[in-house]
């Protein structure tokens, strides 16, 4: 019997591109720093990391759509911050963001890492962006390696 892990080792001339929402700057922008830092501090050069911004979450799918299509970037890594308010829209732009997410990743074969946070309150988003929850953006980007190395080692 076979055992795969992936682990943190990836191929020199690995591109990752980290998409990133623009509504709540504030915590996203924390989410791109730790992605960006968590992939330099394993080896990615800076040259191999794309940064690509869009207007909010329900924009991610679609910009991660031709990204994986055009076969240039071994992982992409979306960020972003969806924070309940009074109505459904919070169900409907979470929900179909993580849809078309996973989604992306079947149709194309490319990892495609789900850092969109889903919370209450802003005060749960900033525990998860470097608060108490520590960084998803971090956690995301290690994610991604480890996808991209076992993805490599499968048959």
Known sequence: ????????RTPESAR???LASRWNARITDTLVAGARQSLAGNGIAEA????IRVPGAWELPLVAARLAAAHEHAAILTLGC????????YEHVADRCAEGLMRVQLDFGVPVLNGVLAVERA???????????GNKGEEVAIAALEMVNLLEQLP
């Open 48 to 51: 191999n990391i794309d940064v």
């Open 16 to 18: 990752f591109a980290i």
């Open 1 to 8: 019997m076979s055992h795969y892990e992936g682990d943190l």
């Open 123 to 133: 005060e749960d988003a900033e525990a998860r962006a470097g608060g108490s929850h």
């Open 82 to 89: 969806v924070i309940r308010g009074d109505t459904r829209h």
